[in-house]
């Protein structure tokens, strides 16, 4: 997938981001959050999988107890989604790890905790905050 298809991709998930805590506000817990943007994105066409188991390789080892992706869209923007008060830098390193496993380039870190849902969106390229 070309980056700029990714950055188009990212810009509809802000989007609808936006849109939905414009309407909902914070304090929901994050699975409505995320089946709310699962549904918004797909309203706007767009093939999204939640929960995607995705393994960790270790020493030639798979263990399928890696983690699961919140969002994965167009099978290429990796959406970690939390409702916290404040995101902790912990939050951050996950989302890195996270891409580094998946094999993905780009992540969006999206908390709909926030007062202002422009203040909980992280924006991460290849493990480094873009």
């Known amino acids: 997938m070309t980056r700029s298809r990714e950055n188009e991709l990212a810009e509809i998930v802000v989007d609808a ?3 939905i ?3 909902l506000g914070p304090g929901l817990l994050e699975s409505a959050y995320e089946a ?3 549904h918004e994105l797909q309203k706007r066409g767009l093939n999204v999988a939640a929960q995607v188991p995705v393994p960790v390789v270790y020493e030639s080892v798979r263990l399928d107890t ?9 099978d290429s923007v990796l959406v970690e989604l939390k409702s916290l008060e404040k995101i ?3 939050h951050k390193k996950q989302l890195t790890t996270y ?6 380039r780009l992540g969006l870190l999206i908390n709909f905790g926030e ?4 203040n909980g ?3 991460i390229v290849n493990g480094m905050p873009d």
Request: aromatic fraction near 6%; charged fraction near 30%; avoid cysteine.
């Open 17 to 19: 981001s936006f849109r």
């Open 21 to 23: 805590h414009r309407t």
């Open 88 to 90: 902790a830098p912990v």
């Open 99 to 104: 891409l580094k496993l998946s094999g993905k």
């Open 115 to 118: 007062e202002l849902i422009k």
């Open 66 to 74: 890696g983690f699961r992706a919140d969002l994965i869209v167009e």
């Open 121 to 123: 969106i992280t924006r």
């Open 36 to 38: 709310i943007l699962m």
